[in-house]
């Protein structure tokens, strides 16, 4: 299974729309279940309405001992930049980070097979929970950030031919 950690309580987090097309992609191309993690939130449900495939919301539901297993046993973990990157990385699951607010110079994951995303050619690394800029450049730093580019980083860190 692949875990999808969509939501920050301190950054602010990708569209919805993304995260649906994303989590149906990544099932399509690697035929893993996706797993939705993170503290419960409406947000997860309306993903999951979307897709098309099929998909389990632990959002809420485990304890931090199963939280760690979940992350430990999976074949991938996708996060905002939480707290699941790093236990990803310590316990070396591959790992990809989209990284808004944070900076991922100094809050990437620390492991030899994760990949910390973040547009520099926008504002980013503000370190606020909410975004203060208005129109085309309201939430600019991780919605430059397209769904093609995450997959072509996750086929980086694990080739479909390998799956």
Same mark, same amino acid.
């Given at each position: 299974?692949?875990?999808?950690?969509?939501?920050?309580?301190?950054?602010?987090?990708?569209?919805?729309?993304?995260?649906?097309?994303?989590?149906?992609?990544? @099932?399509?191309?690697?035929?893993?279940?996706?797993?939705?993690?993170?503290?419960?939130?409406?947000?997860?449900?309306? /993903?999951?309405?979307?897709?098309?495939?099929?998909?389990?919301?632990?959002?809420?539901?485990?304890?931090?001992?199963? =939280?760690?297993?979940?992350?430990? @046993?999976? =074949?991938?973990?996708?996060?905002?930049?939480?707290?699941?990157?790093?236990?990803?990385?310590?316990?070396?699951?591959?790992?990809?980070?989209?990284?808004?607010?944070?900076?991922?110079?100094?809050?990437?994951? =620390?492991?030899?097979?994760?990949?910390?995303?973040?547009?520099?050619?926008?504002? /980013?690394?503000?370190?606020?929970?909410?975004?203060?800029?208005?129109?085309?450049? =309201?939430?600019?730093?991780?919605?430059? /950030?397209?769904?093609?580019?995450?997959?072509?980083?996750?086929?980086?860190?694990?080739?479909?031919?390998?799956?």
């Amino acid at each position: 299974y692949i875990i999808i950690h969509p939501l920050s309580n301190t950054h602010p987090t990708w569209q919805e729309k993304n995260f649906v097309l994303l989590a149906d992609n990544l @099932n399509k191309i690697y035929n893993k279940k996706i797993i939705f993690t993170g503290s419960k939130n409406d947000t997860i449900s309306n /993903i999951q309405s979307c897709m098309k495939s099929l998909s389990l919301n632990l959002a809420g539901k485990t304890s931090i001992q199963e =939280y760690f297993s979940l992350i430990k @046993n999976a =074949y991938l973990v996708i996060c905002i930049d939480t707290s699941a990157q790093h236990i990803a990385a310590a316990l070396k699951v591959p790992v990809v980070s989209i990284f808004s607010a944070g900076d991922k110079r100094i809050w990437h994951p =620390y492991s030899n097979n994760s990949i910390a995303i973040q547009n520099s050619d926008v504002c /980013i690394a503000c370190m606020k929970s909410k975004c203060s800029l208005k129109d085309k450049h =309201y939430l600019e730093c991780v919605n430059s /950030i397209s769904v093609n580019y995450i997959l072509e980083q996750v086929k980086k860190l694990l080739p479909v031919s390998n799956n």
